[in-house]
């Protein structure tokens, strides 16, 4: 598979513009991600086709709690990462180049997932934009199968490479760590402007959801909450933000966030855009209700949808966040949901 956005740099260097890392590669070397590299001057991608696993999941543990609601969705996932979290959650595959799975063609891996029945495929679990070629030729065959596309993303995307990937997608959920552009840069090795410009590319294309796990000491403060909230709202008050409990995880031993600390958060960030919920913690439930009626739009016990109170609306066309996509089942009011 031939490299994207990789040029030459002189003296025997390549120059990847994927990221904003903007890494310069020597000879028999690799960029931070781990997967681009530099072979006899000619760039190679050693990893590209190789899943770290595939899935059949529920669209809500992607999450996505307004694309698509109570179905399944086709999930693969690849080595590889933009950033050095030191609490990744996945931090087995995202930190991982040393697997070689055997090679799985982009055409092989859309049979397989409408082999399963899904109506969607997610490019997910590491940062699946280091693969950026392999996931734009497995996105256009998806959609010309007429499966629909989600990625789960950190958004560590050059501003051309964004453009060109998101308009093959349907949906993302985006990663947006915290709001503080030295923490990213310091601590988590990405770049906070990168990301929300990621973000803004990705709401004139895309239905977009975005993630925030409240790590302790990190983003677990009113603020920096706010500052997500308001900057997401600037895009659109129909983007959902998910509050996601952290749990220990790799290099990081702060106690898991507590319930107490996520439902304060939560107030703060609904102040400010129509849907915020919080995630991965016991019991965890979510109801949407309808604004006009009160009658349940869909009701979530963890992953698994109870009631599915909508219907749709009409076929969209440009960003699904600049009109509703259905409405109530009991009322007819429109509501921001994609069906």
């Known amino acids: ?23 310069s590669i020597a000879e028999g070397k690799f960029g931070l ?7 006899g001057g000619e760039a190679i991608l050693p990893l590209a086709g190789r899943p770290s696993s595939l899935a059949d999941d529920p669209i809500e543990k992607k999450p996505l709690y307004r694309f698509m609601p109570g179905t399944r969705i086709f999930s693969v996932g690849f080595y590889g990462c933009t950033m050095r979290c030191p609490f990744c959650q996945n931090w087995e595959i995202s930190q991982t180049t040393s697997e070689f799975p055997p090679y799985l063609p982009p055409d092989a891996l859309i049979a397989a997932a409408r082999s399963s029945g899904c109506p969607s495929i997610a ?47 349907d949906a993302v959920n985006l990663d947006i760590k915290c709001f503080s552009a030295e923490v990213y840069r310091r601590s988590l090795g990405g770049d906070l402007k990168a990301v ?21 000491g990190l983003d677990d403060w009113e603020v920096a909450i706010a500052g997500i909230a308001d900057f997401l709202a600037g895009l659109s008050p129909h983007i959902p933000l998910h509050l996601s409990a952290y749990h220990p995880a790799w290099k990081y031993d702060a106690p898991p966030t507590s319930e107490k600390q996520l439902e304060r958060l939560r107030s703060i960030a609904e102040a400010r855009l129509d849907a915020v919920y919080v995630g991965n913690v016991a019991g965890e439930t979510a109801v949407d209700r309808c604004k006009a009626c009160g009658a349940v739009l869909v009701d979530r016990q963890g992953y698994r949808v109870g009631k ?13 966040l600049e009109a509703p996509g259905a409405r109530c089942a009991a009322c007819g009011q429109a509501a921001f949901f994609v069906l």
Do not use: K
């Not at 109170?309 to 699904?320: D, K, M, R």
């Open 1 to 23: 598979m031939r490299a994207a956005w990789i040029s030459a740099a002189g003296n025997g260097r390549l120059r990847c513009g994927l990221c904003p890392h903007g890494c």
């Open 33 to 39: 991600c781990g997967v681009r590299g530099n072979s």
């Open 123 to 169: 490019f997910t679990y590491s940062e699946p934009t280091v693969h950026f070629e392999y996931i734009l030729e497995a996105a256009t065959l998806a959609r010309a199968a007429g499966l629909r596309t989600v990625l789960v993303t950190n958004g560590m995307l050059a501003q051309g490479p964004a453009e060109e990937l998101l308009a093959a997608i």
């Open 196 to 216: 929300l410009d990621f973000a803004r590319i990705a709401a004139r294309n895309c239905w977009l959801e975005a993630t925030t796990l409240v790590v302790p």
């Open 308 to 320: 599915l109170g909508l219907v749709g609306l009409h076929e969209i066309h440009g960003s699904p």
